[in-house]
């Protein structure tokens, strides 16, 4: 299967800590996604990063990318209830199709 | 944003009837769109990629004749479950790549929800 890998499967913290999950793919990339789904919705867009950034940040979030390792990680800093949801990376190689990982399913209590 | 617009949002229909499933790209033409099926607290599977004026294409393993895709205009996209059976029971969803975003960012539907009794 070419689906990447995301750890942990499932996350729970405090509101106000930071939430770090980490995605795992098998082929080289052009870019790295990061999306959120609330539970039964479609995808949000969160944040992009090309495979010749290392790192880009978009207000709380965090991303970062090693090729060279085939790994990507999203922070999400002062975590409030609000960003429960299941988090998706997706990769594109350069035939415009997205191959999602596995998700990591965030909860964050208030 | 480019907005997708997907329905319907949910529809539970009789075993051996066909289900159509629409996708559109409300403020945007979308020359290519996506379908994707998610099974409960799993991933998207990516089913097969419609491309507007030509055939699908079908991921490894995707049943073309069971899923039944047309790509008619540059702003909808239709999913035809054919004879649905309960396996085919699962959370749908269609994307699109925005018109501005020449890295590819996807724009997703909102899902539909397919029960089959």
């Known amino acids: 299967s070419q689906q990447g890998e995301e750890d942990p499967q499932a996350l729970s913290i405090q509101e106000g800590e930071n939430a770090t999950m980490n995605c795992s793919y098998k082929?080289?990339?052009?870019?790295l996604q990061w999306y959120r789904q609330n539970s039964g919705r479609g995808l949000v867009h969160l944040i992009l990063i090309r495979s010749n950034e290392r790192e880009k940040h978009s207000g709380r979030l965090r991303v970062t990318l090693d090729t060279s390792k085939k790994s990507s990680s999203l922070l999400i800093t002062a975590s409030r209830a609000a960003d429960t949801a299941s988090y998706f990376c997706a990769t594109e190689s350069g035939t415009y199709k997205y191959i999602f990982g596995t998700g990591t399913r965030l909860k964050v209590l208030a | 944003g480019a907005v997708v617009s997907q329905h319907p949002s949910w529809v539970i229909c009789k075993s051996g009837t066909s289900v159509k499933i629409e996708c559109r790209s409300l403020d945007f033409q979308a020359t290519t769109m996506f379908w994707y099926r998610q099974f409960p607290k799993q991933s998207l599977m990516l089913m097969a990629t419609s491309n507007e004026g030509s055939k699908a294409t079908y991921e490894q393993g995707v049943e073309k004749d069971k899923f039944l895709i047309n790509h008619a205009s540059l702003t909808l996209s239709t999913l035809t479950v054919t004879s649905a059976h309960p396996e085919d029971s699962s959370f749908y969803i269609c994307s699109a790549r925005g018109p501005t975003s020449a890295a590819g960012e996807l724009f997703f539907g909102e899902g539909s929800r397919l029960t089959v009794l």
């Open positions: 082929t080289s990339i052009n870019n």
